[in-house]
Structures are given as structure tokens and as C-alpha cells.
């Protein structure tokens, strides 16, 4: 008889645990969300071969009445730039281009950087400057932030300035890099980066709910789209052509989750090789809000945390968005969560090593 009670207590605790672990998550999420104002966030976990749990938490707009759904838009920013290095990748592995080409070939308008290599331009080690971090661009955004302009009008800001070193000689995070990135993928294959994006990679996977556009989006998405916000400013207008092939893409936390899966299954998206190649890194310097030690590959960062070992991931920020995910090789376990709201240019709450990162890490 004890033994039978004893039986019938582990398979109940065995059940519960798992439930009430969910459950602490969800209450954290929900707790963190208000303290922090955010008007809505996702967060999705997913264990092995174990389905995910999503976590909703909020409204589409701020002070809102309509819950989000794992369907809903939000911009992920720089988290583009995997997709970037990976069509790139995929160019190379079938005989298309070599990553360590120079680009003169393809810019001659820009004899300055003939010997950069796309390889350099994708590993933020090319010494390109960044078009966002100039007066021209920013006076842009404020007064003119709807407005259409092409690519190649942004890399042009970028040239006006001066290199920040030799190619090869330091790391620097520019967004001309994967401007030109997106440009040369259009000049090796004829074809846009939208219909590229969409025939490698958001049919095969079924990213439905996954865009991208260098212009702004239409009434049909803009509505699927959680309303993003810079301290109490409704952003969600500003057009995506600002970002373009460096940040300018929409995705669901359902989609997120399932691009990361297949970045990291060898086969899914890119060979073996290739998945080497995108985790070939360098060290990356001090700056504020990313954590210290990070190392930055073919578009996409690592780092060394104790207890977790190396882990992969992007923390891409745009327009009020903050999106993220993570892959935990040794935990077998990824995470991704994007929210809608940054205030006082805090826009880093969910970089590793944050607060609402190390607490999801502790309870998962």
C-alpha cells in the first residue's frame, strides 16, 4: 500500500512541476511588463523536441482592449541581418559568390572600399561607417519619416564620412554593411531581396507571418502589426526603407521561434560548413547595454555565460521594437521574446545578461 502512495505522489509531482514552472514564468513575464510599461510581449521557449510555450502577455496598443496573439507583427531589427548571412551562405555553397571576394567588383562607384570583403562586411570588421550615426540620417528620421528613398541613397550618406580603420584592422558595428550585403545579393541573383527572402526562406519554412519591404508596408500587414512606441510616440508608421536589409523585417513570435530552430539545425537552412562559417567569431568591444565578452560572427553574436556555456544570439532593435532570441546548445533550449516599447532610450532590456533574460534563464 506505501508503495502504491509513493508511486501515485511522484507521478502527480511529476506532472505539477512542469505546470507550476510555466506558470511562474507566465506571472514573472506579466509582472516584469507592467512594471516596465510595455504596452505587450511575447516570449516563446521551446526544450528539445518538447513543444514551445508561448507566453502573451498585453494589448496591440497602448492602453488597449485587444489581447496579442502569437500571429501578431513586431520589427526585429537587426535580427534581418541573420537572414543576410544566411542567402549569402546559401550563394556560396552553391558556387555563386566566395565570401572572401572584394566587393570592387560590384561597387565600382566606391573605389575607397574595393578591397573590403563581403566576408569583412558580414563580420562587422570592414571599417564601413555607419550611415545611422550621422547628422544627415537623423535629421531624416525626425522630419521626414515616412518617406521612400533607395538603398543605394543611404550607403552614399556612409561614404560622405571617413572609414573608421583599414579593412581588417578592428570591429565596428555599421548598418552600411548589411546595406551593401543586400545589395549585392540582388546584383548575383536579378532578383529583389524581398523575393529572395521569400523563396529561400519564408515559404519553405512557412513563415507566414514573417515580411519584408523597403517600403512602407500595406494597410493588411500594418493592421496584423502590435503598435510600437518610443516613451509615449506611436513609431509604428516609420518606414521600414529606413533599416532595409539591415533591420527592416516584421515577424511574429511563432516565426522567430521557428527561424531560429532551423538557423541552427544543420541541413534545415545551411549545410554544416556553412553553419561553421556564420560561427566563426570575433571579439567584439565594449559598448553599452551589450554584455561584455560577446563575440560577433557572420551576423549574429555569442557568448560565454557560466553554467550555460556558449550561447547564440541577436538582440535587434527598431522603431519602439526590441526582438530577441537565443540558441542554448547545451541546454538544447531557445528562447525568443520581442516587445513593443522602450522609454528613456533604454533599448536594451533584452540583451543577454539583463534582468528579464537572467530570470527566464534561472526559472527555465
Known sequence: MLKKISLLFLLIFSFNTPAKSVENISTFIDQWRKVNHIPAIAVAIKIGRENPNYYLKGTTTLNGKTKINAHNLFGIGSITKT???ATLL?????????LDDSIGKYFPEYPRWRKISIRQ???MTSGVPNFTRTEAFKKLIEHE???????SFFVDLAYGQKDEFMPGKGWYYSNTNYYLLGLIIEKITNQSLALEFQQRFFKPLHLSNTHYSINSYPMSIYKQQIHAYLDN???TRENPAYYGPAGGMLM????LLIWTEALFTPGKILSR?????LMQTHAVPPSPAKPNNSRYGLGIYSLNI???GIIWWYTGVINGYSSTFMWIPNKQTILVAQIDRWKDNNFGLLMPRQNFINTILEKI
Open 121 to 123: 562586411l558580414l563580420n
Open 306 to 308: 557560466p553554467g550555460l
Open 90 to 98: 546559401q550563394l556560396q555553397e552553391t558556387h555563386k559568390v566566395n
Open 83 to 85: 537572414f543576410i548571412a
Open 145 to 151: 519619416p515616412t518617406k521612400y528613398h533607395p538603398i
Open 233 to 235: 510616440k506611436d513609431v
Open 252 to 255: 511574429s513570435i511563432q516565426d
Open 273 to 277: 560548413h556553412s553553419l561553421d562559417e
